[in-house]
């Protein structure tokens, strides 16, 4: 579809694929909502969320879209 209306593509899903191998699956669980008993309030059993991220994953997958767009102007 990028191509089709002849804008940037930024493929997130890659770089974060990247992302994600490099750091493990254990350092995933520092982007992704992973907490112990206890560690957040609104999660008092804990929690193991592989979906939603935690504000530093937030942040780097932020960081990711902002390469994205100062490598797409060219």
Known sequence: M???QE????DLAEMSKRLFE???EEGTKSVFMWGA???FAHFP???EDNTHF???GAI???ELIA???HSSRL
């Open 67 to 69: 390469s994205g767009i």
């Open 2 to 4: 990028a191509a089709e």
């Open 60 to 62: 780097g997958i932020a």
């Open 54 to 56: 935690q504000e530093q």
């Open 37 to 39: 008993p206890g560690e």
């Open 45 to 47: 059993g804990g929690i």
């Open 22 to 24: 490099e750091i493990g």
């Open 7 to 10: 804008v940037p593509l930024i």
